[in-house]
DNA sequence: CGTAAGTTTGACTTACATCAAGTTTTGTGG
DNA sequence: CCACAAAACTTGATGTAAGTCAAACTTACG
């Protein structure tokens, strides 16, 4: 169940981790990471589930899910190839998010006590963890932000140049994406009724900001998305 | 600029920390906490900043702010005595959040590469800083599903439930809070505007919910709160 | 004690939700 | 590969929660 050695980890985020783990190794320490192949749909950790491991997202995207008690969803936030995601269940020692796969994909376990174990041991690959936790909280006060803050067009706008970027970030383009979730989704994520993500899109594309056919969403015109985000004219 | 030793330790969030870390202190390594007075409206830490260190909150109030570009204010989260602030500015290494002192207060700094170096020394000192980082990643992802998935006044008796059970952790009172913040603040942090806060207040004395003067507030059906945050009721 | 900051309440507006109907896309078994 | 059902999406008409504007009131503070 050993991760294949080497196997594509300049594109993953654990890339520092693993790279900096290898040269901890030294120390006697070696990180073991469980490949698990998943499908659309599958669960990769069940909010309630007992903590044991972060999971490296390898391959396509996944969405982490909180439930309300009256069976509300807030999508989190969404995790493509190289996210590290199920930092949530370190406190308490149960996950409190369902994260699931949104395509088919690939996620690495990565068991907890020997990221800690290794963090003991290296220092700098202490100070990554850290960091991978640290930016986790920084995403979500920046979505806190969003959701607060700023009107149903300007989250959309923030959403899908938040994406992009992320996108391009890992190598891919970063004006053409292909949204893997769906209207009703998008809007359980930004905080609007699937009318309203509907809705906006059509009137970007209509406004030439984006062209969208169903999931395949380009975007146009960046600066006039970026304006709208920051100035929030009307 | 020490922190005075054993001063009232057992009251603070720090604690499992501090005791932790005298016994790690056999390791060789010793936590040194400067300990700062506030006076209301000071800056703890400015968004910008260089990140060096944590805060705990020995004494006060504190909130921590987040900026649009055009001004806006979002309130992430407000802090009350015995709670570690300024997690944010480790990745990046810069402060992304303003915390400010909303009375007159107490803070220590805890020099986040002592932190780091006890962690390395003491397993379960580890696991402690490791469980106070997650545990911002969750009171963030429940404040995401709040204002994702809420309505103004389930937001607000939400807030009111929320800090009350902070208060009595920390041995106050369940049921008498005693607002820091005004309403406009309170408006910036549940994402509506004072004049709905307000509002509201004034609707949960009428129908008996709470007793109201000005930021005293009594929460007299806790009940009835908690079934208005969850059944989300008309 | 007076001014400024904070709060309350009312009248009106608006962004988004809701309800509803029709269209397109996706997926599956024959 | 096609047929057909289910799921997802679009668009319109209407309703409503919360925002905006405004004025009066209360509390805190120099």
Redesign the pocket.
Known sequence: MAAAPGARCSQCGMHAFCSTAARAGGAGVELIAAKVRVR?GDDVVRAGAPFAALYAVRAGTCKSVLVTPDGQEQIVDCHIAGDIVGADGLAGGTHESTITALEDGEVCALPFDQLETLARANREFQRNLHALLAREIRREQRALLMLGT??????LAAFLLDLADRYAARGYSASEIV?R???????QHL?????????????F??EGLIR????DVKLIDRGALKQLVQAGL?
């Open positions: 659309k700023m009107r149903a067009e300007q989250r949204l979730m769906t209207r009703d989704e998008i809007g905080g609007m009724k699937l009318e309203t993500v509907s809705r906006l899109f059509s009137r594309d209509q969208v056919h169903g999931r009307h």
